[in-house]
């Protein structure tokens, strides 16, 4: 579904503050997966992502989605088909305009017979009314108010929404709890894990916290130095507690790159 074929990027090229961020990267990832990624700051997870949605170009390698070699497709293209949350919950939508607004973008841009006349009528706002619903914060009440009132919490589950309203072929979610309050962090947690079982998204998600690694998906991937040093899966993480993921990243990863937020954040 996903291929990453050899990806290398490397910042600032001869310069001083020159940075390989990612050394050759390559891993296939299949149809409906959910994949968790760990790794230290500066381990290239934020830059793997935004190789394979297309924010720069690569040093070299190969990005293949649904076996099409996407790897030179500019980012808003690739948009189409790859949805992408962030960990500021403030940056996936406009805080000027409503939620009605915000859905009504979103939705008219991705309707096939909308143009720029195309207006939101009473069925559309109804729609918007039953899939605000599910996330169970009155949203679905609050149509008229603009975004800026929400609460972070808030604001990033109607981001999810949006990145959602068309299921992408591949959501890509750059630790996008680790801003929210603990208790909005695993609403959010489970609005995403519902979401991408409903509608069979193939998921990458970047995270911190090592629980959440391994709660959600089935397959987890270390990363340290631009690097993919461990690929975790099946048997070897069933069976794997949050004490045995530390160990691993430790060995992985190098000792003194396990920080405490990690490890001690439940
Ligand atoms: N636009 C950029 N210009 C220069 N260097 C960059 C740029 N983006 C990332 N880097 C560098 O590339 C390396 C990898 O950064 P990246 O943001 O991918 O790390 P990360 O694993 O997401 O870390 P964190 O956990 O802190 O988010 C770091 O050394 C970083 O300083
Ligand atoms: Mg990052």
Known sequence: MLEIINISKTFLPGT???RKALDNV????????????????GAGKSTLLSAIAGSFPTDRGKVIL??????SMPEYKRSRSIGRLFQDPL??????????ENMALV??????????????????????????RPLDLGLEDRLEQPVGLLSGGQRQALTLLLATLYPPKLLMLDEHT????PGSAERIMTLTKDIVRE????????????????????RTLIMNAGKIVADISGDERAGMDVGKLTDLFRNAAGSEYANDRMILSS
Do not use: W
């Open 66 to 71: 649904d076996g099409e070699d996407i790897s």
């Open 107 to 132: 939705y008219l841009q991705g309707k096939k017979t909308a143009n720029s006349f195309s207006r939101i009528g009473k069925e559309e706002r109804e729609m918007f009314r039953e899939r605000l």
């Open 199 to 218: 509608n069979r998204i193939s998921c990458l998600m970047v995270t911190h916290n090592m629980r959440q690694a391994l709660d959600a998906g089935s």
């Open 16 to 18: 001083v503050n020159e």
């Open 91 to 100: 940056s996936g939508t406009a805080p000027g305009l409503t939620i009605e």
């Open 178 to 181: 680790a801003a929210l309050d």
């Open 26 to 41: 390559s891993f296939r990832m299949e149809d409906g997966e959910f994949i968790t990624i760990i790794g230290s700051n």
